[in-house]
C-alpha cells in the first residue's frame, strides 16, 4: 500500500515537473528564418535524392486523363551504413515514397508528398499552389539528421526547439 502511493505520487510529481517545463517560443525572426530554411532545404534533398535514385515508378494508368494523379516509387538506398558494421536488410536500406497531385474545380492544385525508410514515414509535405502549407520531418534511421514540422501559419519546430515567424517572413 505504501508503494502504491509512493509510485503514484512520484508518477503525478513528474506530470505536473513535466507540464510547467515547457520550451519557450523564440520569436527571433533570423533564427526563425533560418529554422525555416533549414527545414526546407533538408525536405527537399531528401525528396530529390529519394525520386532520382527511384530505378522505376508507377502511375494510376486510369487517372492519367483524371484530375488526381498518384505516383508511387521505391528508391534503392537512402542512408549509408558506414557507421554500423551490422549489414541491413534491403527493406530498411530502401524508402518508398508516394506522390500525389489534385487538381480543384476551383484551379488550386494540392500536392502531397510521402516518403518511408523502413516502414517509418520519414517526411509528410503538402502543397497548394506550390506553397509549403505544412510539412512534418522525422529524423532519418541509422544517420543524423534534422526533425521538425511547419505550419504556414507561422510555426516552426526544428530539432525540439519551436520558432515563430514574423508576419512578413511567412
Not at 535524392?49 to 522505376?56: D, G, L, M, Y
Not at 502511375?59 to 551504413?81: D, F, I, M, P
Not at 523502413?118 to 541509422?142: D, H
Request: hydrophobic share 35%.
Amino acid at each position: 500500500m505504501l508503494s502504491t502511493r509512493y509510485y503514484l505520487s512520484a508518477a503525478v510529481g513528474l506530470f505536473l515537473f513535466a507540464g510547467s517545463a515547457q520550451a519557450q517560443l523564440i520569436t527571433d525572426s533570423v533564427q526563425a528564418t533560418a529554422a525555416r530554411d533549414t527545414l526546407f532545404h533538408h525536405a527537399d534533398m531528401l525528396r530529390a535524392v529519394a525520386q532520382q535514385n527511384t530505378p522505376k515508378f508507377t502511375t494510376n494508368r486510369k487517372g492519367l486523363a483524371q484530375r488526381r494523379h498518384v505516383v508511387k516509387g521505391r528508391s534503392a538506398e537512402l542512408t549509408s551504413n558506414t557507421t554500423n558494421t551490422v549489414p541491413l536488410s534491403n527493406s530498411a536500406k530502401s524508402s518508398k515514397w508516394s506522390h500525389r497531385t489534385i487538381y480543384w474545380y476551383s484551379g488550386n492544385t494540392e500536392e502531397r508528398f510521402k516518403l518511408k525508410q523502413a516502414g517509418r514515414t520519414v517526411l509528410r509535405e503538402q502543397r497548394i499552389n506550390g506553397v509549403v502549407t505544412w510539412l512534418q520531418l522525422q529524423p532519418l534511421l541509422y544517420r543524423k539528421s534534422h526533425a521538425g514540422s511547419y505550419l504556414k501559419e507561422g510555426y516552426v519546430v526544428l530539432d525540439g526547439k519551436p520558432y515563430r515567424l514574423a508576419e512578413a517572413t511567412q
